[in-house]
C-alpha cells in the first residue's frame, strides 16, 4: 500500500512524526529487528500488575518487499490506538503497535505474520498471561489472521485485509488458526485494492469450524473506510472490549456472531453506530 493511501481512520502523522517520514527516505533499506511501540495513550512500561489485556496494532504492508516499515504507516496507527488505550483504561487494556521488520510479505516467507507472533511472545514475556487482540488493516489484516494460532490471542480484528486472489492450483488461505477465537472482520463494499468478496469466503470459510466470527460491510466505503471513520472505531472498540474483558457487545456485534452465514457475515455497519452508543 502506498504511502500516500493511509487510512484516514487511523489519523494522519503529525509534526516530529510527518519529519520522521522524510527522514526514513534517507536510511538503510537493511530490515531491523521487530519490536513494540511505546504503549499508546500513556500507560508506563513497568505497570505489569495492572495490564488486563493487550492490543497488536498491526499496520498496513506490501505484497513484496524488503523495505523497511514506512514510518507513516505507524503514525497512522496511533489514532486508533489512542481511542482503544482510552476506551479500555479502567480494564487496563495495553495497546502497542508493531514494527515489523520490513514491509513485505515476501511469499512463503510471511514476515508480517512472523512478526506479530514474536509480538506475542513478547507482550506474554512483559505482561505475564494476559489475552491478546490483534488488530491489523491491509495486509496486518491478514498477518493477525494469519497469527491467530498463539495461545494468547484471543480475538483478532481484521480491517480491510489483503488476502490472496483465489487459485486452485494455490493452498487457500488457512482458517483452523482461528478456531476458538473471537474474529470481526470489517470491509468496505467499495474497497478497490482489497476485494470484499475475498474476505466474505474466508470469513465463510471461518465461520464452519468457528462460531465465533462475524464480518460487518460498511456500504458505499473504500479502503481507506474514511467515510465513516467514526462509526468503524466504535465498533473496532466495542469488539475490543467485548473480546478482551468479557463487556457485554452492542446489539448489532452479539447478532452478528451470532447469525448464521451469510447474515453474519454480511452484517451492514449501521450510520451513528458510535453515536447511538453514547445516547
Known sequence: MADHALPLWWGRPE??????????????????SARLGRPAGGRAFGTDSAVGGVVLLLPDGEPESVRRPSPLSYAAALPLGRTLARAGRTDGLAVHAVHYRCRGWNGPEARLAADATWAVDEVVRRYGDVPVCLAGHGMGGRAALRAADHPAVNSVLAMAPWLPEDDVAATPEPVKQLVGRQVMIVHGTNDARTDPELSYRLAERAKKTNRDTCRFEVHSDGHALRQHHEEVLALAADFVLGALFTRTFARPVADALAAPPPLGLRMPLAAGFGRSLRS
Open 15 to 32: 509534526g516530529a512524526a510527518a519529519a520522521t517520514v522524510a527522514r526514513g527516505a534517507r536510511v538503510s533499506r537493511t530490515p531491523p
